[in-house]
């Protein structure tokens, strides 16, 4: 990948705020879920891969990981680290609202929200809130 | 599942993504063929890790390129409404159809990403005109930008032009995330470098910026549907992601052209054997 040159996009400058607190927490979810998910992996093989026989066991729901990680589950750790990675996306359209919204870019505001509102309805689908098949 | 069994998922990840990287894709259009025909697993599973490993290359990439202000934010945003929807729509779909379809499906993506190799390979990229004057909808949203050719030396400007055509065939880009686990670059790229007159650098960055929230969009639902496996999610991402890094290292030092003629044919093998599959042959048992 050659990244190289001085690049002045136009809107670029104009959400200077927006460029700035996407590219931070891209490079923040990034370094913090490969930190789980590396952690975790050696973790578990470390303390001879307990619970890896099933999916059941392997796969943590995401209103269990905070309890299991306190009674030291490494699948836990793992299973932060998948959803912090997918988290990490989501958290980049919130920054895009909230920055947008104080540059008054409303139009922006209403796009970025709606983007949102879809990746929401595929989050409430994960946490089977709402069953449609 | 075995030490070897990791060793291998290690390898295939790292393969894929030096090799996506090496020809300007994502990785799983590789990860998918690897862990269905090498490994045995099931198509929606293969599809959930490859959903993760497109997650994770495509947050590295992007971050990049975001901060290098080579993605257009504005134009990535009007992009992903239809996308996302496509993406997520696709993914519970695809929890309908037979796997063989799946793999018949993904045989006609692998011949796409073959023709397009092979073409590639065989003409010399031709820079576009410089592009001004977008149309009605790009101004109004204000998708103008400019960027540093560092080639040229120049400040390119650019106005993306047919975007709410573009918009409508990005759906299919959605698409091909969510029902098969690809990133969707091999659509979005296109769509955005010709028919949208979008500088390469550009239409890159914002691709790259893209295929994270869509591929997460469709990544959510695999969740759900217990089609993400972490054992096999975390191991393959990781080094999809470490053979990205590689391979984009390489890329300077690569004769890309002949890589790509040679990796058009593998392609063709690969969608060979991912028809034969979907006719009923199995080359190793499933998990």
């Known amino acids: 990948m050659n990244y190289d040159g001085e690049p002045v996009n136009v809107s670029a400058d104009a959400d200077r705020a927006t460029y700035q607190w996407v590219g931070l927490i891209l490079t923040t979810g990034m370094y913090a879920s490969f930190a789980a998910m590396g952690a975790g992996l050696v973790w578990w093989l470390a303390v001879g891969t307990p619970g890896g026989d099933t999916l059941e066991a392997r796969v943590v729901a995401i209103d269990r990981i905070v309890p299991e990680l306190m009674a030291l589950n490494p699948l836990a750790l793992i299973n932060l680290g998948v959803l912090l990675l997918l988290a990490t996306p989501a958290f980049t359209l919130v920054a895009e609202i909230i920055t947008y919204a104080a540059a008054r870019n409303w139009r922006y505001v209403g796009i970025a929200s709606l983007v949102s509102s879809i990746l929401l309805l595929s989050l409430t689908l994960s946490m089977k809130w709402i069953q449609l098949f | ?287």
């Open chain 2, 1 to 287: 599942m075995d030490i070897f069994f990791y060793i291998g998922l290690a390898i295939t990840g790292f393969m894929a993504g030096l090799l996506g990287a090496l020809l300007g894709l994502g990785g799983g259009v590789f990860v998918v063929p690897a862990l269905v025909l090498i490994f045995g697993i099931p198509e929606l599973k293969a599809i959930g890790t490859s959903n993760v490993a497109v997650v994770a290359t495509s947050t590295a990439g992007a971050s990049t390129y975001v901060r290098s202000r080579l993605a257009n934010i504005r134009l990535g945003l009007v992009l992903l409404i239809s996308t996302t929807l496509a993406a997520l729509l696709s993914s519970l779909v695809a929890s309908l159809l037979p796997a063989r379809l799946l793999s018949g499906l993904f045989a006609v993506v692998l011949f796409y990403v073959a023709i397009t190799m092979l073409r590639s390979g065989n003409t010399k990229d031709q820079p576009l005109e410089p592009m001004e004057g977008g149309d009605k909808t790009s101004k109004a949203l204000g998708l103008e930008g400019t960027y540093h050719d560092a080639a040229s030396g120049q400040t390119e400007r650019y106005s993306p032009r047919n975007v709410r055509t573009g918009m409508g065939i990005s759906a299919l880009a959605g698409v091909v995330a969510g029902l098969l686990g690809v990133g969707g670059g091999i659509i979005q790229m296109p769509v955005m470098n010709l028919l949208m007159r979008i500088p390469l650098k550009v239409a890159t960055g914002t691709s790259n910026f893209m295929i994270g929230v869509t591929a997460t969009s469709a990544a959510f639902v695999r969740y759900a549907n217990g089609d993400v496996d972490p054992l096999i999610a975390v191991p393959t991402a990781l080094f999809v992601f470490l053979g990205a890094k590689v391979g984009a290292w390489l890329v300077p030092r690569t004769p890309n052209a002949r890589l790509k003629q040679i990796f058009g044919w593998v392609a063709i093998v690969i969608a060979l054997l991912m028809i034969t599959r979907a006719l009923g042959f199995d080359l190793v048992p499933g998990r």
